[in-house]
């Protein structure tokens, strides 16, 4: 796994966004916690998240959108009003439409996605990749989430390619909000 240090990011932007394009699977911060995450669009790379998690087909991953107007051209949202909570620590929980673009991995288990758009730095380069990027906690799935690199489970570090590491987080999960109206597995 290849560390990059916040303050030392500026050289590596090139090299970070390529890999996000690619696929390279991630250990980064967001506006709450460390996320793990991968270009969502593929599925190989979305089934190493779930491997390196060890997570069940059953519970379904969420994902950075790339910008509010990928959530409308891909989402059913309803009331545009509901985006107003993003940029933030939310995870908003809504309908595919059937041309959402998103690996079939990212949800197994019904038609909906849980897309976010932290505020936070990093989600500028999501922004710029162009692609939806998957977000989960940086743990094995059901264990106690990263607050700090050495939290990082040993399994986990030797699978990622990058961690992009800006010291100790001190946030909590995003808070899931279920416009879907429809019960999902992430309940």
């Known amino acids: 796994m290849q560390i990059i240090y916040k303050e030392e990011f500026v050289p590596h932007r090139e090299e970070v966004l390529s890999a996000i394009v690619r696929g390279d699977t991630f250990?980064?911060?967001?506006?709450?916690?460390?996320?793990?995450?991968?270009?969502?669009l593929l599925?190989?790379?979305?089934r190493k998240i779930r491997e390196i998690k060890k997570r069940d087909e059953a519970k379904p991953?969420?994902?950075?959108?790339?910008s509010k107007e990928w959530i409308l051209k891909y989402c059913e949202i309803g009331d545009e009003r509901q985006l107003d909570r993003l940029p933030g620590p939310y995870t908003l929980i809504l309908k595919?439409?059937?041309?959402c673009p998103v690996a079939p991995?990212?949800?197994?288990?019904?038609?909906?996605?849980?897309v976010r758009i932290p505020k936070h730095?990093?989600?500028?380069?999501?922004?710029?990749?162009g692609?939806?990027?998957v977000t989960t906690s940086v743990n094995f799935s059901g264990g106690s989430f990263m607050k700090k690199f050495s939290d990082i489970p040993e399994e986990i570090s030797a699978l990622a390619d990058y961690c992009i590491y800006e010291g100790e987080k001190k946030g909590v999960p995003s808070t899931k909000?279920?416009?879907?109206?429809?019960?999902?597995?992430r309940e």
């Open 131 to 133: 692609v939806p990027f």
């Open 27 to 40: 250990i980064y911060p967001t506006d709450t916690i460390y996320g793990l995450g991968c270009n969502a």
């Open 96 to 99: 595919k439409k059937p041309d």
């Open 105 to 114: 991995e990212i949800n197994f288990t019904d038609d909906t996605i849980g």
């Open 61 to 66: 991953l969420s994902v950075i959108a790339p």
């Open 121 to 129: 730095w990093f989600t500028e380069l999501v922004e710029q990749a």
């Open 43 to 46: 599925p190989e790379a979305v």
């Open 177 to 185: 909000i279920n416009i879907a109206g429809v019960k999902t597995a």
